[in-house]
């Protein structure tokens, strides 16, 4: 399930759990309802969202470590465990970094591929274009756009024809879809800014209509057309090979703190 899914199934459990235990089905302690005690359970549902890597033949180390810190937290804060309640939380988290990171060493394939170029097909030929893997300033971004701000749910544009504009999409937690390939459009350069916290982002292009795209990702995966990327601190740039000479052609900024950002050739 995507890591909206299961913050979703996370809220609905919780708001089960409480219900049945102000009806007295359940009895449980004022302690389990502390925050010191919930919100480990998000960092366990963020950390099974990102275990959908293994679909993708990778195995998401930050999501499998995430996952565990999680459970031990909610563990150790609900006193459910004696031995884990006397455990330094400081210390598992440290021990849990000197992992991740001795993993991102010893096995970089599995979280991040190099590679000073990738080929893509575009107008039916196949291209080689430069991929660039360095933080850097996000350009193009203009004002006087539509803007779409949602704090939880889901946003979709594209389910019919419809006419593009510059967008500005923020989102707290859910996903994006945005299906330019029934979008009408003129000849001119469109900006489409994506932000959001926790979710999934997925843009489908039409083969016929050169982007550029600069995607900045906290923790998750980067698919951009035949090329993936998974881990911490994805930065991004690519850029199509006709892009510069074309009239109509949009730039696509995507900023996101944890999920899953797909560009996909329709």
């Not at 039409?206 to 923790?219: K, Q």
Request: proline content about 3%; charged content about 20%; glycine content about 10%.
């Amino acid at each position: 399930m995507r890591t909206s899914s299961w913050i979703g199934l996370l809220l609905v459990i919780c708001g089960l759990v409480y219900l049945l235990s102000e009806f007295h089905v359940l009895h449980l302690s004022s302690t389990f309802w502390s925050f010191d005690v919930l919100w480990p359970l998000f960092l366990i549902a963020i950390g099974l969202g990102g275990l959908r890597s293994f679909a993708r033949g990778r195995i998401p180390f930050g999501a499998i470590l995430l996952t565990l810190f999680g459970v031990f937290l909610f563990l150790h804060n609900s006193g459910i465990n004696p031995v884990l309640a006397k455990t330094s939380v400081s210390g598992v988290f440290w021990a849990t970094v000197f992992i991740f990171i001795g993993l991102r060493i010893f096995a970089p394939g599995q979280s991040r591929r190099h590679g000073p170029s990738l080929t893509v097909d575009f107008d039916g030929k196949k291209h080689k274009v430069a991929w660039k893997d360095a933080i850097g300033d996000i350009k193009g971004w203009k004002p006087g756009r539509t803007s779409n701000r949602h704090w939880i749910g889901d946003v979709s544009l594209g389910g019919q024809s419809w006419v593009l504009e510059d967008l500005d999409v923020w989102h707290g937690i859910g996903d994006v879809r945005i299906n330019l390939a029934t979008a009408l459009l003129e000849d001119r350069t469109y900006h489409l800014r994506i932000e959001g916290w926790i979710g999934d982002i997925r843009v489908l292009v039409p083969a016929n209509l050169p982007i550029s795209a600069d995607i900045v990702m906290n923790i998750g995966d980067v698919n951009v057309f035949e090329h993936a990327e998974s881990g911490t601190g994805r930065a991004v740039h690519y850029v199509d090979p006709s892009y510069k000479d074309a009239v109509r052609r949009v730039h696509l900024d995507v900023e996101l703190k944890i999920g899953d950002v797909q560009v996909v050739r329709v």
